[in-house]
């Protein structure tokens, strides 16, 4: 990989991670209080595990448009207003569930985040194979994410 190839990748994923990293300081910082409160559905994680998966998935998509970004697809714009779309909506949930504690937008969040991961997934694929591969374990994160919450909800 040329450098400045390297250090574009380099921008996205960090870019991503920080995005990330800002959504979880905007939602007030008492995470594991809040989550331990509130009654879990089966299969329910341990609070660590979420930032750990979350680092690994923001890795991924963040390089996965970077692939998209040096291609030559016309439909590379698409693709990547899709991308920052869904990096919005991702970025609101921590947000609405965390900081404003409504479980119901919450699930509504999820919902639409689940979509378009699942549209950016096909639109990234049919620019770069790869590409649409390497979101597959951030489309079964949400997926997982979704009973979560609606578990969470019904439960609370």
Do not use: C
């Not at 937008?105 to 390497?134: N, P």
Request: cysteine-free; proline content about 4%; aromatic content about 18%.
């Amino acid at each position: 990989m040329k450098k400045e190839n390297l250090t574009t990748a380099l921008i996205f994923i960090v870019g991503t991670e920080l995005i990330g990293a800002l959504s979880a300081l905007l939602s007030g910082g008492n995470f594991s209080v809040f989550y331990q409160s509130l009654h879990q559905p089966p299969l329910a994680p341990p609070g660590w595990l979420f930032p750990v998966m979350w680092a690994i998935l923001y890795a991924l998509m963040g390089f996965s448009a970077y692939q998209i970004y040096i291609s030559d697809d016309a439909q590379k714009h698409k693709a990547l207003l899709l991308y920052f779309i869904q990096l919005a909506v991702n970025f609101s949930w921590s947000i609405v569930f965390f900081r404003f504690q409504s479980l119901l937008g919450a699930v509504f969040v999820i919902l639409l985040l689940l979509v378009l991961v699942f549209l950016m997934i096909l639109q990234f694929g049919k620019i770069r194979k790869s590409a649409g591969w390497l979101n597959l374990p951030y489309l079964a994160w949400v997926a997982f994410a979704t009973y979560l919450t609606i578990g969470i909800y019904r439960l609370n």
